[in-house]
């Protein structure tokens, strides 16, 4: 059934795969972006879907302005990469995704799936401020105001994908062939999961979650699998056939750092989702989307 759905950071890597395969599942797309944003990766799609400007926007006008809405598919975030300051990640990834909140409430909006992280919030200001929105997502929930969809996704990876990120940066490296490549022991357990398994984690859930009990539902999103993280440098460094020299041990670990993640997938199975893509597969399109 189609629905019309409010997506946030539209412009990123996830918000910007989801859209496409929105529209191609037949589901209208009104997207929220900061005025600031590049539309690079929303241009093949941009006179199909209605777009909004976050900055300008009133937030009881977005659900009140441009039809019914059906479910919020929240993915902006704020990852901390260029210098922002506490504030402004709490701004980003609290104070706005909470206002967002208040008001699809207030709207009587069915559903809100929120995108959050595995990472524990202790670690670092962002998983600190997504955590913290987790919380107030089951507060609502709890007082049944809306039903809250809590994803909580593992390391993501695809074409095209951000080049700051570590999957990423591992990929550019070897298939550039650098010198070296410093990296940690790499004895890290990671869940790492293609983009096109995450993409139909999401479509999934918004076709089957009323059949899903409670007001506050949590769901792993990842392949399942756990690797090491040198394994994965070593098989990125295989599929690329890169002469770049690995330098296992020259970084220590950072204080706290997740030793074993990996999501537990049943729930999502038992809807009928599966993972489409082993790792190797997986990196064997970002490798080969790389040279087009």
């Not at 919380?135 to 809306?146: M, T």
Request: charged share 25%; glycine share 8%; net charge neutral.
């Amino acid at each position: 059934m189609s629905k019309r759905i409010l997506l946030t950071g539209a412009t990123g890597y996830l918000g910007s795969q989801l859209a496409k395969a929105l529209l191609d599942a037949n589901h209208s797309v009104v997207a929220l972006k900061r005025k600031t944003s590049s539309l690079r990766r929303l241009e093949p799609i941009l006179p199909k879907i209605t777009l909004l400007d976050v900055d300008e926007s009133d937030m009881q006008a977005l659900f009140s302005e441009h039809g019914k809405i059906d479910s919020v598919v929240h993915t902006a975030t704020c990852y901390g990469r260029n210098g922002e300051s506490d504030s402004q990640m709490v701004q980003s990834n609290l104070n706005f995704p909470l206002r967002l909140l208040d008001a699809a409430a207030e709207a009587k909006v069915p559903a809100f799936l929120n995108t959050d992280t595995v990472l524990d919030k202790r670690l670092n200001a962002y998983a600190l401020s997504k955590g913290q929105f987790t919380e107030w997502g089951s507060r609502f929930a709890g007082q049944e105001k809306i039903r809250f969809f809590n994803l909580k996704l593992e390391h993501f990876f695809g074409p095209k994908d951000d080049d700051m990120k570590f999957t990423m940066h591992v990929i550019n490296s070897c298939l550039d062939n650098v010198p070296e490549l410093k990296l940690t022991a790499g004895e890290q357990k990671r869940d790492f999961i293609y983009i096109n398994d995450v993409v139909a984690a999401y479509l999934l859930l918004l076709e089957k979650q009323e059949s899903l009990t409670g007001w506050f539902v949590e769901l792993g999103v990842g392949s399942g699998e756990a690797p090491t993280i040198r394994q994965f440098v070593e098989l990125v460094h295989r599929l690329t056939a890169s002469n770049t020299k690995l330098n296992f041990g020259a970084y220590p670990y950072r204080e706290g750092e997740v030793m074993f993640s990996r999501a537990d997938v049943e729930p999502l199975k038992k809807l009928g989702w599966c993972c489409g893509h082993t790792l190797e597969q997986g990196l064997k399109l970002v490798i080969e989307g790389h040279k087009l």
